[in-house]
């Protein structure tokens, strides 16, 4: 069992910037992989940014070059940095976390508003 808390949402005005915290706790030894997914309004949950064990990230398109992903083994937590944001980011977020193929795990959520 592991539990995900993200942090770090708001309101960001277009081109601004937000940076999103995601802490794991519980059964954390064994977690391979660890991203961000959000919802936009109206839309399926899509992913934003994955990185593993060893690093190895992957990037939405939608995102590429914009966001970057990070974690921090000593402190267990997964960040996300969003830079140049767009009206079209806003959505809720959401922090990931796999064990292995099957056993996948979600965060409550933040949201993120890019006012216009």
């Known amino acids: 069992q592991v539990q995900l808390v993200e942090s770090g949402g708001g309101l960001v005005q277009p081109g601004g910037s937000l940076k999103l915290s995601c802490a794991a706790s519980?059964?954390?030894?064994?977690?391979?992989?660890m991203g961000w997914y959000r919802q936009l309004p109206g839309k399926q949950r899509e992913v934003v940014a994955v990185?593993?064990?060893?690093?190895?990230?992957m990037y939405g398109d939608s995102v590429k070059g914009r966001f970057t992903i990070s974690r921090d083994s000593a402190k267990n937590t997964v960040y996300l940095q969003m830079n140049s944001l767009k009206p079209e980011d806003t959505a809720v977020y959401y922090c990931?976390?796999?064990?292995?193929?099957?056993?996948?795990?979600w965060g409550q959520g933040t949201q993120v508003t890019v006012s216009s």
């Open positions: 519980g059964s954390i030894f064994d977690i391979n992989v």
């Open positions: 990185i593993n064990s060893g690093g190895t990230t």
């Open positions: 990931n976390a796999w064990r292995d193929s099957v056993r996948n795990y």
